[in-house]
């Protein structure tokens, strides 16, 4: 069934003029059919009364468009209902609006949908957000987009949600951004996951930070290729850890 005429002519005017019983009774041909324009003029009482099928038939150019306030008011249901592609279209601003229950509801795999430029624009406030299974979610290409100010500041329960190859798609200068409280975070199998071209440029700082665990952990060939400095940097407690190993 197309659009009706009543939607292909209205004005933004017309359509932020219609009441939520109004709302309810449109086709998702009529929600599908929606500008980037109209859409743009739903008030947020609106957007919230969509169903979920209404919400899915939303174009993906007019989910790009969603101001910061549509997005705050969507319920987690539309959240959810969120396509791939839809998911894959939000504005950075939009993803950043988002509040911690928002974010709660996105499904893995639409956070496996975002964008490179979505991830690497990621609020640290929405990073922290994320659970063990959204942050297990983001590929490693886009992993490999987070930049070192995002890496400084994430939470220590989103170090841990690390697999071992979004460990291995990380940047020297990525690792070397961990907080101190970060790298104590690392697991051993994270720490094992560890290339030897990432070893060898791991930071003094980062080596230090390193919990005895973890460097009882590393394997032959990790310690031969760690730097003078951070082999200079090690603990006394490191080094037994070393030598028990």
Excluded at 208 to 226: E, F, S, Y
Aim: negative net charge.
């Amino acid at each position: 069934m197309a659009a009706s005429n009543f939607i292909l002519g209205s004005t933004t005017a017309q359509i932020a003029a219609l009441t939520t019983k109004q709302i309810t009774g449109l086709s998702t041909d009529d929600v599908g059919a929606l500008t980037t324009a109209q859409v743009g003029a739903l008030t947020t009482a609106n957007l919230v009364v969509l169903s979920t099928d209404q919400f899915q038939s939303l174009s993906t150019a007019a989910v790009s468009a969603l101001k910061t306030s549509q997005v705050q008011s969507l319920t987690s249901d539309e959240i959810i209902a969120l396509s791939t592609a839809q998911a894959g279209s939000l504005s950075t601003s939009a993803l950043a609006a988002l509040s911690t229950k928002q974010i709660a509801a996105i499904e893995t795999a639409d956070i496996e949908a975002l964008t490179t430029y979505q991830v690497a624009n990621l609020s640290t406030a929405t990073l922290k957000a994320l659970s063990t299974g959204q942050v297990a979610a983001i590929e490693t290409t886009d992993i490999r987009a987070l930049t070192t100010g995002q890496m400084g500041t994430i939470g220590t329960s989103t170090v841990v949600a690390l697999t071992t190859d979004q460990i291995q798609a990380l940047l020297t200068n990525q690792l070397g951004a961990l907080s101190t409280t970060g790298v104590q975070a690392l697991s051993t199998d994270q720490v094992v996951a560890l290339t030897t071209d990432q070893v060898s440029g791991l930071s003094t700082r980062t080596v230090q930070a390193l919990t005895t665990t973890a460097v009882a952990a590393l394997t032959t060939d990790q310690i031969g290729v760690v730097n003078t400095a951070g082999l200079a940097a090690l603990t006394t407690g490191q080094i037994k850890a070393l030598s028990t190993d």
